[in-house]
């Protein structure tokens, strides 16, 4: 696999200051653990591998930048409830109410995170909605609603007029608020998590990992520049670039999306549109636009996702992607200046077949944990936090949890994979036509 080279454009990393003292690997190293990835689940990990073994040699290693990859390039939902699960019978009501439990002990790990290293990273109880621009999408909302009365999930539908107010938009004619989301900083949020690591975690940047092998209990990791570290327990977190080391090969898949955000709205773009608290909008239909209205009066949008080279995304390809972005924009703001958007960027989600996360020990020193199916702000942080207690030899009643769901189920190889996953975007980009 080729280098993983991330645009500099994202907002939301852009927003922050400056790292300095980053360190590449520069020798070869024996380690107690190692952790590959260091977004959520990689950080969330190796903070609680250095509280759990705080005499013991811990290192946290990423072929980019820490937290700049998908963790901090997301559109900041912290999620409660997802609508499209296909959940109908009574069965598929008890493997969402599975769901949603690790969710809420996704929201629960996140709060207790920012609470006890007091982070600011714009952290809004302002809920989201669930919208459309179709009025048939009632009947999907209906049924969504059934589900979240059964599950006693606090929420309510609101048609246009209602919608308008909140939003300050007229775009959307149905939707359907819950209270229980949470938006954030992602990047905040990242950063802290680098800065929370404990003394006894070496952090390692753009140290890029070839390959491993493992011989008796020794697992042997080699790097691009040559050095090898040896670890006696290795963890992967490295989300949708499982596959290109060899862990879970067949179990998940990478899309590519892009977001677009503009500049601050003026007091008069802000007025314009009635003035509304922060919110943020998922679509009724896979496919159509992720849009939401930041703290600081910015208006994101992610409206693309496609089987796309996960390594890099072009300037030009991106420059392409956000003009979709500005389109969808202007469907819903149209009072807003042509020039309105900041910066464009991409990132890299990983997905399953039957949208179940990956969690396992795959041999007796050999951990992974990962895809969140767009939920990896509160189930990444969950993850890492708990597959470092399973590699620790412990247990909880959250890994009890999160091993009562259902495991991803197999895909079939390539090229079937990428011709499948391609023709089934394009169906639901053509059904979603309407909400980009």
Not at 25 to 40: P, R, S
Request: glycine share 8%; hydrophobic share 35%; proline share 3%.
């Amino acid at each position: 696999m080729e280098k993983i080279v991330n645009d500099n454009n994202c907002s939301w990393i852009n927003d922050l200051p400056q790292r300095n003292k980053i360190q590449s690997i520069d020798k070869d190293i024996n380690c107690d653990y190692l952790v590959v990835g260091a977004g959520y689940t990689g950080l969330s990990a190796a903070r609680k591998l250095g509280q759990l073994h705080p005499d013991q040699k811990i290192i946290l290693v990423d072929a980019q930048m820490a937290g700049e990859g998908a963790s901090g390039r997301n559109s900041g939902y912290l999620v409660d409830t997802t609508l499209n699960d296909g959940f109908t019978s009574n069965k598929e009501l008890e493997n969402y109410k599975k769901k949603a439990d690790i969710y809420e002990l996704g929201i629960k790990v996140i709060r207790k995170f920012v609470k006890e290293y007091q982070v600011d990273c714009d952290w809004s109880e302002s809920g989201k909605y669930f919208a459309s621009s179709k009025k048939e999408d009632i009947r999907t909302l209906k049924n969504f609603s059934e589900t979240l009365s059964k599950l006693d999930y606090e929420h309510m539908i609101l048609d246009q007029k209602e919608l308008t107010k909140k939003l300050g938009t007229s775009f959307y004619n149905t939707g359907l608020y819950t209270k229980g989301g949470i938006l954030l900083h992602p990047g905040k949020l990242a950063r802290a998590m680098i800065d929370a690591l404990p003394s006894n975690v070496l952090l390692f940047e753009n140290s890029f990992l070839n390959k491993w092998e493992k011989d008796n209990n020794t697992i042997s990791c080699y790097f691009k520049n040559g050095y090898i570290i040896k670890t006696k327990k290795i963890i992967f977190a490295t989300n949708a670039f499982l596959k290109s080391l060899g862990v879970k090969s067949n179990y998940n898949f990478p899309i590519t999306l892009t977001a677009s955000m503009t500049r601050s709205l003026t007091d008069q773009e802000f007025k314009s549109i009635g003035e509304p608290k922060q919110w943020g909008v998922l679509p009724v239909r896979p496919m159509g636009a992720t849009i939401r209205m930041t703290k600081d009066r910015r208006i994101l949008i992610r409206n693309t996702a496609e089987v796309h080279n996960p390594s890099k995304m072009s300037q030009t390809d991106l420059e392409k992607r956000s003009l979709k972005q500005k389109e969808g924009i202007k469907k819903r703001f149209p009072q807003l200046a042509d020039d309105i958007i900041q910066s464009s960027w991409s990132g890299i989600v990983s997905r399953t077949r039957n949208s179940s996360q990956i969690f396992e020990k795959i041999d007796k020193n050999i951990f992974v944990a990962g895809c969140y199916n767009g939920s990896g702000i509160g189930v990444g942080t969950l993850f890492g936090e708990q597959i470092a207690i399973k590699a620790s030899g412990e247990n909880s009643n959250e890994i009890s949890t999160i091993e009562s769901k259902k495991k991803p189920t197999w895909l079939p190889p390539e090229p079937f994979l990428s011709t499948g996953v391609q023709l089934r975007l394009i169906y639901e980009r053509i059904r979603a036509r309407s909400e980009i």
